[in-house]
């Protein structure tokens, strides 16, 4: 998600357009020599259990292991409708050559950024938010979400974000 706000705010300022702010979701650039392995279904699936489960301080990878897993039959598919989930599948899938091929332009402001605070047990290097700022000609101002990457969009996460959201607007 953060590749594609930042490729859709840098080619809006490209065409002369106001991009009054970036925000990001935990996203890092891909460094040019990294490689990204194509996940696997199972892979996949488990990145959309951790999506939909409570992925809080407390959850261990124990416990994403006894959860079951949604399958192309599962309660997840059956919610999104098998066409929808199996063009989730392929897209995420598909997402890491994408990723691996993007080149960055630069972004002409400011970018808030939000970190999952929640890392995976097998992340060996914590990423940071500096790692964009190559392409960002203004400030990166960071906030830590509690939770893993996957759980940002739960409702008790999100509304953290909009609160942040919410003070910087006044609301």
Same mark, same amino acid.
């Given at each position: 998600?953060?590749?594609?706000?930042?490729?859709?705010?840098?080619?809006?300022?490209?065409?002369?357009?106001?991009?009054?702010?970036?925000?990001?979701?935990?996203?890092?650039?891909?460094?040019?020599?990294?490689?990204?392995?194509?996940?696997?279904?199972?892979?996949?699936?488990?990145?959309?259990?951790?999506?939909?489960?409570?992925?809080?301080?407390?959850?261990?990878?124990?416990? %994403? @292991?006894?959860?079951?897993?949604?399958?192309?039959?599962?309660?997840? +598919?059956?919610?999104? &409708?098998?066409?929808?989930? !199996?063009?989730?599948?392929?897209?995420?899938?598909?997402?890491?050559?994408?990723?691996?091929?993007?080149?960055?332009?630069?972004?002409?402001?400011?970018?808030?950024?939000?970190?999952?605070?929640?890392?995976?047990?097998?992340?060996?290097?914590?990423?940071?938010?500096?790692?964009?700022?190559?392409?960002?000609?203004?400030?990166?101002?960071?906030?830590? %979400? @509690?939770?893993?990457?996957?759980?940002?969009?739960?409702?008790?996460? +999100?509304?953290?974000? &909009?609160?942040?959201?919410? !003070?910087?607007?006044?609301?």
């Amino acid at each position: 998600g953060c590749h594609i706000a930042h490729a859709m705010a840098t080619q809006l300022q490209g065409l002369g357009e106001d991009v009054a702010q970036l925000i990001m979701l935990d996203g890092y650039p891909i460094a040019h020599d990294e490689h990204l392995p194509t996940p696997s279904d199972e892979q996949v699936i488990e990145v959309l259990n951790h999506a939909i489960a409570d992925s809080t301080l407390t959850t261990s990878k124990a416990d %994403v @292991a006894l959860a079951p897993l949604p399958t192309q039959s599962g309660p997840l +598919a059956t919610m999104l &409708g098998e066409r929808t989930f !199996g063009a989730i599948l392929r897209q995420f899938k598909r997402a890491p050559a994408l990723a691996a091929a993007y080149r960055p332009q630069v972004y002409r402001g400011d970018v808030l950024f939000f970190r999952a605070a929640v890392r995976p047990p097998e992340e060996r290097v914590r990423r940071s938010p500096a790692a964009w700022q190559p392409y960002v000609r203004g400030s990166i101002v960071e906030h830590e %979400v @509690a939770c893993r990457h996957e759980a940002m969009m739960q409702k008790n996460f +999100a509304d953290v974000i &909009g609160h942040v959201l919410a !003070g910087l607007r006044g609301c």
